[in-house]
């Protein structure tokens, strides 16, 4: 996605076909057009979609399987134009909402200074307009005779721990999220979020 | 003298109030407690006397059910405060048992502390410290690319190399190669959970130079080649771990991002290469020491009128604190550093297992004794090959292998049915080498369940087996998510070990 300063530029449409159908035409889309903007898929950036009971109705051909993925505003022309054309078979979209607010819960052990400054360096130094909720990380320096390896009574003499919740404009918060993810020692809840008004005209 | 009376020179009584509580509860407990061991101890010596374990009350294995408990539970409950005083605690139980045992069976108990000690822990703890300190002087420097392929392939040495060096030395000197070449990684948990089933653990089957409890079985007469018998189950589980192992690493292989996967690639690798080589040449005198002292009969050296400690095992003892010292003197301590070597681990076995050996008396003495002991119903319900796998097995997972393995091994040679013509063939009469041979000639499978379920399920828990703990920090401060104690028993062992182990029993133990 493009860098931008404003919050409320990012969409998230739903595309109702088969999953891998959808997701390669959208790629496709955006090379072939030379967009430097990027979709952000549900499935692949730990975004949550739809409920499990939704996906089971999925699989079970009780409804449609559906796609959800996020681009710029600036894009939305060019995949609402091509899933209109007649030639575009097996996929329809079916919503497009302007995404007002990304959100995701953390939690983190870490056990050495460098993973310590690692962590801290992700979690606060976020961008201006991102929040980080209940943050107040408990760091404990043991004795210098708890360094080294232990068969029987291991202890670490650094740790590091914390958890809070960072939310704020989508693409900042999928920032830090990405940054996060990478850390294995993080555990990140998937991103929850915020939808406001539809993009899409009214049918009928 | 000085003037008692005077206010600033007034002299106070010796001794704290801390030192006479203890003094008096030790006195309170060997006055309570001497009627019923002297109503059992009979005669010392000499006569017709049932033997030590028919006549120990089971209370008295007390003292080891606590320490087993202790090392299970406090690294959990209390990680600090056993870090700092684990020496202490497994001193207090090991005094717990000795000072009641000492007062009621006078000669008998100071024979039977001297023998556990000088068969048992003094040989246990020489070679754990010379493979300990020869492994930790061998680095493997360079660098690997992580991918599935490269790292089964690590793991796979790793599960033959652990019989040769033991599980320990195998796990210092490549868990650290295994975590640098999987640094790109995001998901890297499974990579070290394998690594603790396999090299921590399943490995170590096939010498006794691979996990403690088979080193205590060689001590305890079961021949140095015999433990090859678990070539198969070892190679059965092995190849079932390796092959789900890569299934498992080729799926989180492609979840990894392809940036990242695509500048692992790129990078130049720095060849690998061993450093500190020579110590092969000691690990070498390490096994031609005790091979020696389990081929050859030097005669014997009397401490005592009834121990006895064969020559050719104090030759081996004092061959592997030479390799040691020597390993110590021509390895730089740079490579040591590398491994992240202290002494710390062999400090913690020394003590800990000087309060096992301590209390694991009356254990094996109760247990030797068959169904006359208090332990009889033990001798008796367990009678299967599977029964002893899984018993052992379970009670491996859950305690210190070491401890359990001679607990159910003594099982075993009590629940021999050894005629009295049996015992008059032999020689020597029916002492435990004669025992244990008949155990090996009659009930093969029985050491076999044994000896696997100690060794395969020390893998089950973090405190199975000790370089499980050791490899679970080791990664944790190189960046892991290890899974928590129970997490670690519910996501992995319990779905992957359990099968496997049900698999071995199905082939070898029905």
């Known amino acids: ?204 | 003298m000085g003037n008692l009376a005077s206010g600033s020179d007034e002299q106070r009584p010796p001794s704290p109030w801390r030192t006479q509580l203890a003094l008096a509860l030790l006195a309170t407990a060997a006055v309570l407690l001497l009627p019923d061991i002297a109503a059992a101890a009979g005669d010392a010596h000499g006569g017709d006397h049932p033997s030590l374990g028919a006549r120990l009350p089971l209370w008295s294995v007390g003292p080891f059910v606590g320490i087993l408990l202790s090392i299970a539970l406090f690294p959990l409950v209390a990680p600090a405060f056993w870090h700092h005083h684990y020496g202490k605690v497994a001193a207090g139980w090991a005094v717990l048992f000795a000072i009641p045992f000492l007062v009621g069976y006078r000669m008998e108990a100071i024979d039977a502390i001297l023998h556990i000690y000088a068969v048992d822990y003094i040989p246990f703890i020489i070679l754990l410290r010379a493979l300990f300190t020869v492994a930790g002087g061998i680095v493997v420097r360079g660098s690997l690319k992580g991918a599935p392929k490269v790292n089964v392939t690590l793991l796979a040495i790793g599960t033959v190399l652990s019989s040769v060096i033991g599980t320990t030395g195998a796990s210092m000197l490549l868990i650290r190669p295994l975590m640098r070449a999987n640094d790109w990684r995001i998901n890297k948990t499974h990579l070290i959970v394998f690594f603790i089933f396999l090299v921590s653990n399943i490995g170590g089957s096939l010498t006794p130079l691979g996990d403690p409890p088979l080193f205590l079985g060689f001590l305890h007469s079961v021949p140095f080649f015999w433990t090859l018998n678990l070539f198969s189950p070892y190679l059965l589980v092995s190849i079932m771990l390796l092959v789900g192992f890569f299934a498992l690493d080729t799926y989180y292989y492609r979840k990894e991002p392809e940036d990242a996967k695509q500048a692992m690639l790129a990078q130049e690798s720095e060849p690998l290469k061993l450093v500190g080589t020579h110590n092969f040449l000691y690990l070498g005198g390490v096994i031609a020491f005790v091979l020696f002292s389990g081929s050859v009969k030097l005669g014997d050296v009397h401490l005592t009128a009834h121990l006895h400690v064969p020559i050719q095992n104090i030759v081996r003892d004092v061959g592997l604190v030479a390799l040691g010292l020597l390993s110590m003197k021509t390895t730089p301590k740079a490579l040591r550093e590398e491994n992240g070597f202290t002494w710390g681990p062999i400090e913690e076995v020394a003590y800990l297992f000087a309060g096992i050996f301590m209390t694991i008396i009356p254990a094996l003495a109760i247990l030797g004794a068959g169904v006359d002991g208090k332990l009889g119903w033990l001798v008796a319900g367990v009678q299967s090959d599977a029964s002893y796998f899984w018993v052992t097995g379970g009670l491996s997972s859950f305690l210190d292998n070491a401890p359990t393995y001679l607990t159910f091994f003594n099982t075993a040679l009590g629940g021999l049915d050894m005629s009295a013509a049996e015992c008059m063939q032999a020689a020597a009469g029916c002492g435990e080498p004669e025992k244990v041979a008949v155990l090996i000639s009659d009930k093969e499978r029985t050491l076999l369940a044994i000896s696997a379920g100690a060794v395969f399920m020390g893998a089950n828990t973090y405190i199975g087996n000790a370089p499980n703990f050791m490899v679970k920090a080791i990664a944790e401060e190189g960046g892991v998510a290890m899974p928590s104690f129970f997490g670690y028993i519910v996501r992995w062992s319990l779905p992957i070990l359990v099968p496997c182990f049900v698999v071995v029993t199905f082939v070898y133990f029905m």
């Open chain 1, 1 to 204: 996605m493009s860098e931008s300063e404003s919050g409320n530029d990012s969409i998230e449409l739903i595309v109702e076909g088969d999953e891998k159908t959808v997701s390669g035409f959208i790629r496709g889309l955006f090379i072939g057009a030379r967009n430097p903007d990027w979709p952000v898929f549900h499935d692949e950036l730990g975004i949550k979609s739809e409920t499990f009971a939704e996906q089971l109705k999925g699989w079970v051909g009780l409804s449609e399987p559906l796609s959800h993925f996020v681009v710029d505003r600036d894009a939305l022309a060019l995949v609402q134009s091509a899933l209109a054309d007649p030639r575009c078979h097996g996929m329809k979209l079916r919503a497009g909402q302007v995404v007002t607010e990304a959100s995701f819960a953390f939690e983190f052990k870490v056990f050495t200074e460098a993973a310590g400054a690692q962590v801290r360096a992700i979690f606060e130094q976020v961008p201006g307009d991102v929040t980080v909720e209940g943050w107040d990380p408990q760091e404990t320096r043991r004795h210098e005779d708890t360094e080294g390896v232990e068969l029987y009574s291991p202890v670490h003499h650094y740790r590091l721990e914390g958890s809070g919740r960072v939310s704020g404009p989508f693409k900042h918060v999928l920032y830090v999220h990405e940054q996060a993810r990478r850390v294995e020692q993080i555990e990140e809840e998937k991103m929850t979020l915020v939808l406001g008004a539809s993009v899409l005209p009214e049918e009928g």
